[in-house]
């Protein structure tokens, strides 16, 4: 029977058969949610052979909602994700005027999402900018909810600003130019802890090697040199016995994670330079948007960048595509629909599906490795075979029983590099 997922003591407790809300979302939202979904359920009917299976539960949001209720996030919505704790949603346009800054913001501050998941790896026969891309394998945990982008702003020539400019003068001897906007950037302990924790455990869960604390502390001090230093608290006191630092290793972290830190700057060098020496990353808000959009490009761009926002401590987690409704497109089952399939891969191995989840990556790579992809692909690509969104998921979905027979013959789901061979 179809049930919800719920959260125990060690963590989410997911049925056989979850009911899953999803927000089919806006433009070209209905296209890549209807062949992502029939991926979805193709790659769970033949990992599981029918022991599991989700029931999904459509939520509205966006100008679906907007049409049918007058709402654009009707609190319906946000109640089925609160109690349902998991969920996957298509882009969203950002309403105009009406009061709300942006749906996927709400979102993210009502189920409090703290951590912006993006894990980042290049998959073989995408077009890449780099000679070296199949060294990139990386997973962002970025910090969602503090930051510059906490919107604690005064506008240039307000009131507010000149009080705010008459404060900071009087207490704390600041000159700030009066013809300036004024930002605030907050980054808390507990803001920081929590983040580095839940990189930390997943580096253990999903035995990666490295955490680097991605932060621009050489200049501010106070916010970002204190998320270094909390960070490798978190470390020292909460994982002793499964992190290491470079120092306390004497430089040969053996079986441990090492825990590192490198300046956001340095870092986006890095990862052009020497992207095999990074692996799980946790960095504030800022350097984190700069980082997840400059590695997406280095393994292919926006059509194929999954992402997550999730709380580990109460379960909450949304799956999304990371572009957005790209309107001029919408109906004409023309754009990859990759982004969300590989955030509902994401989603299933949040969920500990981790055998569905490998499977859609997969299918995924197996199919552009055959040079099958969609127009956004196909252009930059030679000899390809340009394929609509809806079979784009058709031609994973026949690949998935040879990727299975492959998986019980090997141990493994990465996909050969000529699957034909298999058939
Ligand atoms: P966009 O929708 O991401 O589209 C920009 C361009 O990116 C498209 O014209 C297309 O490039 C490419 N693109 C996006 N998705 C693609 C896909 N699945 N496959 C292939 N190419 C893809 O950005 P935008 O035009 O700035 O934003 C449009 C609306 O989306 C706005 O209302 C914005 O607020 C909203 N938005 C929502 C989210 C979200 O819900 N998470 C995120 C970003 C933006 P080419 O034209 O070169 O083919």
Known sequence: MPERISMGDAGLVVPDQPIIPFIEGDGIGPDIWSAARRVFDAAVEHVYLGDRRVEWLEVLAGEKA????????????????????????GPLTTPVGGGIRSLNVTLRQTLDL??????????????????????????????????????????EGTLDAARLRTFLSECYGWDIREDSGIGIKPISVTGSKRLVRAAIRYAITFGRRSVTLVHKGNIMKFTEGAFRSWGYEVAREEFPD?????????????????????????????????????????????????????????????????????????????????????????????????SLMLSGANMFRYMGWVEAADLIEASLEAVIGDRIVTYDLARLMKFATEVKTSQFATEMIERMPIIEEYAALHGTRRAPSDLRAYM
């Open 242 to 338: 499964e992190t290491v630092t470079w120092e306390d290793s004497g430089g040969d972290p053996g079986d441990k994670i090492l825990v590192q830190d490198v300046i956001a700057d340095a870092m986006l060098q890095q990862i052009l330079t020497r992207p095999a020496n990074y692996d799980v990353i946790a960095t504030t808000n800022l350097n984190g948007d700069y980082l997840s959009d400059a590695l997406a490009a280095q393994v292919g761009g926006i059509g194929l960048a999954p992402g997550g926002n999730i709380n580990y401590t109460t379960g909450h987690g949304l799956f999304e595509a990371t572009h957005g409704t790209a309107p001029k497109y919408a109906g004409l089952d023309k754009v990859n629909p990759g």
């Open 66 to 89: 907007y049409g049918d209720s007058g709402e654009w996030l009707p609190g319906e919505t946000l109640e089925v994700l609160w109690s349902h704790l998991v969920g996957i949603k």
């Open 114 to 155: 703290y951590v912006c998941l993006r894990p980042v790896r290049w998959f073989r026969g995408i077009p890449s900018p780099i000679r070296t891309p199949h060294l990139v394998d990386m997973v962002i945990f970025r910090e969602n909810t503090e930051d510059v982008y906490a919107g604690k702003e005064v506008e």
